[in-house]
């Protein structure tokens, strides 16, 4: 059975970092691009970024650019994304996804002060 | 970056009832390869979502059959053929044929 399973949410600063994780399995993670997704309270899905399968290729929306990192530990069979110098708009629960046919039960991002 | 515009917005159908929900693309979803990576997800409240339809119009496994879905190019419409309670929700098409994904505004199943 896929599982992937998220971490690292919680409530942080305005400008502070937060790194979240999402372990994978049930599948063979190293041979799958992967991505996350971001839904703030009340609104609708939206694409953060995304990896190819190999970790060489990376892509991210544009409000997050330079500030977000996605990359993934296939030994590890995990996905990372850190989150630097966070604003208020990026509060929202984040998911990781394996192309959009599995998805983690998400994870709680509030930037606040 | 590929638009993709869903309507209705909302939708509001009795119990039987068959309903369509339609996302249109800025840009062509043909990949180089020849495959349309255009997707429907369904996520019921407090739930993630979960996928429904992949490449315009296979059926996810353990999906009922009265999902359906078609298109091609920039257009694109997904079918329930008899809505059931457990259908509503907010109804989703994501793009992924180009490296910068995209989901459409979402359309919001309610009961009449």
């Known amino acids: 059975e896929v599982q992937l399973v998220e971490s690292g949410g919680g409530l942080v600063q305005p400008g502070r970092s937060m790194k979240l994780s999402c372990a994978a399995s049930g599948f063979t993670f190293s041979n799958y691009g992967m991505a996350w997704v971001r839904q703030a309270p009340t609104k609708g899905l939206e694409w953060v970024a995304t990896?190819?399968?190999?970790?060489?290729?990376?892509y991210y929306r544009d409000s997050v650019k330079g500030r977000f990192t996605i990359s993934r530990d296939n030994a590890k069979s995990t996905l990372y994304l850190q989150m630097n110098s966070l604003r208020s708009e990026d509060t929202a629960t984040y998911y990781c996804t394996r192309r959009s046919d599995y998805w983690g039960q998400g994870v709680m991002v509030t930037v606040s002060s | 970056d590929v638009v993709l515009t869903q309507t209705p917005p909302t939708l509001s159908a009795t119990i039987g009832q068959s309903v369509s929900i339609s996302c249109r693309s800025s840009?062509?979803?043909?990949?180089?390869?020849?495959?349309?990576?255009l997707n429907w997800l369904l996520q019921r409240p407090g739930q993630p979502p979960q996928l429904l339809i992949y490449?315009?119009?296979r059926l996810e496994s353990g999906v009922p059959n009265r999902f359906s879905g078609s298109g091609s190019g920039t257009d694109f419409t997904l079918k329930i053929s008899g809505v059931e309670a457990e259908d509503l929700g907010v109804y989703y098409c994501?793009?992924?044929?180009?490296?910068?994904?995209?989901f459409g505004g979402g359309t919001k199943l309610e009961l009449k």
């Open positions: 990896i190819s399968y190999d970790g060489s290729s990376t």
């Open positions: 840009q062509s979803l043909l990949h180089s390869n020849g495959n349309t990576y």
């Open positions: 994501v793009q992924s044929t180009h490296a910068t994904w995209t």
């Open positions: 490449l315009v119009s």
